[in-house]
């Protein structure tokens, strides 16, 4: 190569969930069979309805850059009922091409040169390289503090606190009190929430989940970011959504427009023509992907596997304290001799490297028994 790269990217790391899910499918072309518990997604029966409805005349072509205003009118819609959340499909809302981005942007949008951005460990794993790739400087507290530590970490560079809730990896959901305090520090040192809501229907009791949105409703200081992909059981077909007041949504179209134009068109149509039909159909299969996360707790605490606590989401963050591997070697060691996949927990945090992720999402549960008895077996071979 006769170019030097970008500084910024040279030191951007790869997603260690990706890697992996990479290597799982380079051995299924082989046809190894893979018992995978790292895929971040829920493998949802969903039928293909027809295409045949939708605009013909519309669907080959550029849509409206803040998203169609009738998907658009649904998610705002939607939110209100499911969340409490009031927002003006016109100018506080905008359909992008999966929530990644619609994260990336909002970081472009908002982050100067060396502004800090507070993540609390574990953290979804692009949460500190994109704010790096936006010329931002992650400041990571550690999974031992709480909420309520978050003053401490706070410096004239603040400019941003992201939340995942409920969490990615440990399916934490964040109770009114810890999210009233941390829009208190959002008022009291004027930064910003980004909330990254993406697994907001996967609670056994949705009462317990609380949008940031819910207790700022003018969205002075909170940018939501949501994602049909995970809620909808369609990760491939890469739709999410933004949430903000109108004046920074004005600002964050702009970065779209450049970036992406638009989502593609004929999935925002189809999401639209089936939109209530794919919720009825997704909605039994959470539930039922919410007991397995309860049958899978309790076959854990038999086995002595050791677990943060949550109650959200598809995902277990399992802890391996007392083996000597990272969670890297302990993570590749159960890939490449048990055919069994996770996500190391170092992708998580510094202060998560005895950790590593597991997903119930994807396998049967007599398979994710195995999966957790051959994690329990290394755990115990390796100490």
């Known amino acids: 190569m006769n170019f030097s790269t970008s500084k910024i990217v040279n030191n951007s790391i790869e997603a260690l969930s990706i890697k992996y899910n990479t290597l799982v499918y380079e051995k299924q072309r082989k046809n190894e069979d893979i018992v995978i518990l790292s895929l971040g997604e829920a493998f949802?029966?969903?039928?293909?309805?027809s295409f045949a409805t939708l605009p013909s005349s519309k669907i080959y072509h550029y849509s409206h850059s803040r998203g169609i205003p009738e998907l658009r009118k649904k998610l705002c819609d939607y939110y209100f009922k499911n969340y409490d959340v009031k927002i003006n499909s016109e100018t506080e809302i905008i359909v992008t091409a999966g929530s990644k981005i619609g994260i990336h942007m909002s970081l472009m949008s908002i982050l100067n040169p060396n502004d800090e951005v507070l993540i609390h460990e574990p953290a979804w794993v692009s949460y500190t390289e994109e704010v790096k790739l936006c010329y931002g400087k992650p400041i990571h507290i550690p999974y031992s503090n709480s909420v309520f530590d978050y003053e401490d970490f706070i410096t004239e560079k603040t400019k941003m606190i992201i939340l995942n809730n409920p969490t990615n990896p440990t399916g934490k959901v964040y109770s009114k009190d810890e999210l009233n305090h941390i829009l208190e520090l959002a008022k009291k040192y004027d930064l910003v929430i980004l909330s990254d809501e993406a697994y907001s229907e996967f609670l056994s009791?949705?009462?317990?989940?609380?949008?940031?949105?819910?207790l700022d409703p003018e969205k002075k200081y909170s940018v939501i970011v949501n994602s049909l992909s995970k809620n909808f059981g369609m990760s491939g077909w890469r739709l999410g959504y933004v949430i903000s007041n109108k004046k920074f949504m004005s600002q964050l179209l702009k970065v779209n427009q450049h970036l992406i134009t638009c989502p593609s068109t004929i999935l925002?149509?189809?999401?639209?023509?089936?939109?209530?039909?794919?919720?009825?159909?997704t909605e039994p299969q959470i539930k039922k992907l919410l007991a397995y996360r309860r049958v899978i707790m309790k076959f854990m605490n038999s086995i002595n596997l050791s677990y943060f606590p949550g109650d959200a989401t598809y995902y277990f963050f399992i802890s391996i304290a007392s083996s000597k591997l990272s969670s890297d070697e302990f993570a590749m060691n159960l890939l490449t001799k048990y055919?069994?996949?996770?996500?190391?927990g170092i992708g998580y945090g510094r202060s998560c490297d005895k950790f590593i992720r597991v997903s119930i999402g994807t396998e049967k549960i007599e398979r994710l028994e195995k999966g957790l008895t051959m994690i329990k077996a290394l755990i115990e071979r390796t100490s």
Request: glycine share 2%.
């Open 44 to 49: 949802f029966e969903i039928p293909l309805f």
């Open 339 to 344: 055919n069994i996949s996770v996500v190391p």
């Open 268 to 281: 925002e149509y189809y999401v639209v023509k089936h939109f209530e039909k794919i919720i009825k159909i």
């Open 205 to 214: 009791d949705k009462k317990l989940f609380c949008s940031i949105g819910t």
